[in-house]
């Protein structure tokens, strides 16, 4: 017989993953092994990093919605994607399918916004930071967020094996230190930073190395994906008598 315990790790989350051929190391999103529960995942053919983060081609936009359909047929009990510029699909993915679905991690913006002294800036941490428009943040509510930005377009490592596809393997260490470099000067630059939010799915295997130098919160779609899981597999907190009286301190 199934257990409680058993039957919350079996609740599954469906992935709309672009279509990269890159290595995803543990961390990644779509590296199964960052998760502690199911996860399903459908690649969405020709939606490379060009269409998405560059182009935010409008032609892609349908053939999104029938991969989350798919991963909501397929028992996905929520729905997430593999690129944070995804965030511009965020209200007609959710209005296509029945379970929730968070397209990008910078939907967490407004929140995180609002988890920090309002004199403070949230940092972001993206792809390609000339292609992040008002529209990408109009679409989760964070146009008004104030906000700092750090791109990796121009890093070689990330640009050759992320935005270029030049090939498939991957310098973990050298993109490490670009990831760290680059977030490194967003702080230095703006000592107003309260947190920082990565929508990069590409670096968030580095999201432990940029909290500890930067000493602050780091929010991503891992951080993101694992509360919404967690919304879906709540527990009894334990035994307790006469509500309200019991284990208050």
Known sequence: MATEADTTRDVTIGVLCCDTDFTKIPGHIRNRATFDFPVIYRVVD????????TQADPSLLDPFIQAARELEARGAAAITGACGFLAIFQRQLADAVNVPLHASSLIQLPMVHRMI????????LVAKKPSLTRRHLEAVGAEHVPVCVAGLE?????????????RAQLD????????????????????????????????????????????????????????VHRSLTRRPFGTFGTLGTAGNT
Do not use: W
């Not at 121009?154 to 030049?166: A, I, K, S, T």
């Not at 490490?176 to 968030?204: F, H, S, Y």
């Open 46 to 53: 020709g939606a490379t990093a060009e269409r998405v983060v």
């Open 117 to 124: 002294r309002s004199d403070r800036k949230v940092g972001l």
């Open 154 to 166: 121009d890093q070689p490592e990330f640009r050759e094996v992320m935005l270029e596809g030049r």
């Open 172 to 227: 973990v260490d050298r993109l490490g230190r670009e990831v760290l470099g680059q977030t490194e000067r967003l702080a230095k630059e703006n000592p107003d930073m309260g947190a920082l939010v990565i929508e990069c799915t590409d670096v968030v295997p580095y999201a432990h190395e940029i909290q500890a130098r930067l000493g602050m919160p780091v929010f991503d779609i891992v951080t993101l994906t694992q509360m």
